[in-house]
């Protein structure tokens, strides 16, 4: 059966007591939009998706986490692998440096500095992460 929302199959009606409490949404289009693409990928209404994602934040199950974050997550994966490719290339210099030039002494420094951001950004990557998994 065809949900009035565009959604898939209804749920069969509960034989336990009614739900009569309601809790109503609204939304413009572009995150309704968002909200029947979350449902979709998960096979249910849009509306029986948002009652369990307000359910899991209320919970405490879902921790909900804006778009901010995750800008923040991308910004330090692109950060890593930036350092990392810093990092190949001053250990490739530390390799061809004349010797008795200092210059290998000094790429070694800067190598052991960058690993040691690459660490940070590592741990900062890490906690993001954390606050977005789901608990349970």
């Known amino acids: ?7 898939g199959r209804r749920r069969e009606r509960l034989t ?9 949404l609204s939304f413009n289009d572009a995150e309704l939009e968002v909200v ?14 948002a009652g369990r994602q ?19 997550l991308r910004e330090l994966i692109q950060a890593r692998v930036h350092l990392r490719e810093t990092v190949t290339a001053l250990r490739a210099l530390t390799a061809t440096g004349p010797p008795g030039s200092g210059v290998a002494e000094s790429a070694a420094t ?4 960058a690993l040691k951001a690459v660490a ?13 998994r789901p608990r349970s």
């Open 1 to 7: 059966m065809e949900g009035s929302s565009g959604g």
């Open 16 to 24: 336990s007591a009614p739900r009569g409490r309601r809790v109503n």
């Open 36 to 49: 029947r693409l979350a449902a979709g990928r998960e096979g249910m209404s849009p509306a029986s998706w």
């Open 54 to 72: 307000v359910m899991a934040v209320a919970q405490h199950v879902l921790v909900p986490v804006s778009r901010d974050a995750g800008d923040v």
């Open 110 to 113: 800067v190598v052991e500095e």
């Open 120 to 132: 940070r950004v590592d741990e900062a990557t890490a906690q993001v992460m954390r606050e977005r």
